[in-house]
């Protein structure tokens, strides 16, 4: 989703941050911290931030921003189609609006032309993904509501998906979950038509 034509790829960096910190509470476990953190680094960098020199210690305020971010695709409910309210949503993409600095500006920057960013100009990485994620979740509700977003319909996955596609019909974070539960749905249905001749 790209709004108002800004450089990175908020939405996919948004869902990206959520899945890596969230989806797997133990999976960084074993991993040393110096990894981790290269680890979202290295993600944000995928959605085209400027992000390969970020400090190591802008890992623990990502982490933190991703369990925020959550809060808005725990807030649709399960992906059964009983979604609550969108003032359920709302509140809680305005709760992150709240909590991230804005200052509108033109930037040039390292040679990318001119461009819009949200944060201020003396803002870090951390606050420009808090200020830009914020914006495209907010993007995301205002065009679609709620039926465009939420956590994997998969039984026990945790991932998280946002659908800006014309037919809105994703309620799978990856095709991988996706077939997996058309697979099992499948051999349910075999089995209690086996079970009922």
């Known amino acids: 989703?790209?709004?108002?034509?800004?450089?990175?790829?908020?939405?996919?960096?948004?869902?990206?941050?959520?899945?890596?910190?969230?989806?797997?509470?133990?999976?960084?476990?074993?991993?040393?911290?110096?990894?981790?953190?290269?680890?979202?680094?290295?993600?944000?960098?995928?959605?085209?931030?400027?992000?390969?020199?970020?400090?190591?210690?802008?890992?623990?305020?990502?982490?933190?921003?991703?369990?925020?971010?959550?809060?808005?695709?725990?807030?649709?409910?399960?992906?059964?189609?009983?979604?609550?309210p969108l003032e359920a949503t709302a509140v809680a993409v305005n709760a992150l609006l709240a909590d991230v600095q804005i200052g509108p500006h033109l930037s040039d920057h390292d040679g990318q032309g001119w461009h819009f960013h949200y944060a201020p100009p003396e803002a870090s990485l951390v606050e420009r993904v808090r200020s830009t994620t914020a914006f495209a979740v907010a993007m995301l509700v205002s065009e679609y509501g709620v039926d465009r977003h939420g956590v994997c319909a998969a039984e026990g996955c945790r991932r998280v998906y946002a659908d800006t596609s014309r037919n809105a019909a994703r309620r799978y974070c990856s095709p991988a979950c996706a077939n997996r539960a058309a697979v099992a749905a499948h051999r349910a249905r075999a089995k209690l038509k086996a079970g009922g001749t």
């Open 1 to 84: 989703m790209d709004f108002i034509g800004y450089k990175s790829d908020a939405l996919g960096a948004a869902v990206a941050l959520v899945n890596a910190v969230t989806a797997d509470p133990d999976g960084d476990a074993d991993t040393p911290p110096e990894q981790s953190g290269r680890r979202l680094r290295d993600l944000l960098v995928e959605h085209r931030y400027l992000a390969a020199r970020a400090p190591a210690s802008a890992e623990p305020a990502l982490r933190a921003w991703a369990r925020r971010l959550r809060t808005v695709f725990d807030a649709t409910g399960p992906a059964d189609g009983t979604a609550p």
